[in-house]
Structures are given as structure tokens and as C-alpha cells.
Nanobody, 118 residues
Framework: QVQLVESGGGLVQAGDSLRLSCAAS????????MGWFRQAPGKEREFVAR???????YYADSVKGRFTISRDNAKNTVYLQMNSLKPEDTAVYFC????????????WGQGTQVTVSS
């Protein structure tokens, strides 16, 4: 069983930066892939970024060049550095763990709110 706890959300202005953290417990963090998703009010949850256990990553087009996903296996933590934030980035952000290494995500955190004012 894997538990995920996000932190670092808040209220910022357009153009500002935030760094989200997701602390994992249970299992062997370095052995699974991790992802970030977000869900805006009235919209479906959408993919933001993924980092493989190897350290490779990829991003949704909407955040490419502004967001960076990283992981610290010694701290069992995955990060999402968000720069040049826009009002349309406002959402609840969730981290997720792909333990089965089958491109799905079996475990999810509770989410952290990010609000970007214009």
C-alpha cells in the first residue's frame, strides 16, 4: 500500500512560481513511476507531467517549458516546479504512483489547491 501526501499549493499571482511536493510512504519509491494531474472546477482531471523511475519525464503541451517534474528518491518525494503561472493553471493538483509500471496509476494523493489570480 502506497500513501501519497501533496503540499505546497496556495494563492499566487499570474507570473509567479510555486513548487509542489508529494511525499510517498509504503512500497519502494525508487521502483515506481510518478505523475502529476490536475482538475479545475467543472472540468475533468487532466494529465500534467510524468517521471519514470529512470528519471525521464514528459509533459502536457499546456505546461511544457513552464513546469518541471523531478524526484528525490532519498526523500521519497516527487516535485512539480511551476513557473510563469497563469490563471488557467488554477486547479487541484494530485500526485499519483504507477506501481505496476503499466502506464496506469494505482495510488493517488488527496490533492493540493493552486489558485492563480490575474
Amino acid at each position: 500500500q502506497v500513501q501519497l501526501v501533496e503540499s505546497g499549493g496556495g494563492l499566487v499571482q499570474a507570473g509567479d512560481s510555486l513548487r509542489l511536493s508529494c511525499a510517498a510512504s509504503g512500497g519502494t519509491f525508487s521502483s515506481y513511476h510518478m505523475g502529476w494531474f490536475r482538475q479545475a472546477p467543472g472540468k475533468e482531471r487532466e494529465f500534467v507531467a510524468r517521471i519514470w523511475r529512470s528519471g525521464g519525464s514528459y509533459y502536457a503541451d499546456s505546461v511544457k517549458g513552464r513546469f518541471t517534474i523531478s524526484r528525490d528518491n532519498a526523500k521519497n518525494t516527487v516535485y512539480l516546479q511551476m513557473n510563469s503561472l497563469k490563471p488557467e493553471d488554477t486547479a487541484v493538483y494530485f500526485c499519483a504512483a504507477d506501481v505496476a509500471l503499466a502506464s496506469g496509476y494505482e495510488y493517488w494523493g488527496q490533492g493540493t489547491q493552486v489558485t492563480v489570480s490575474s
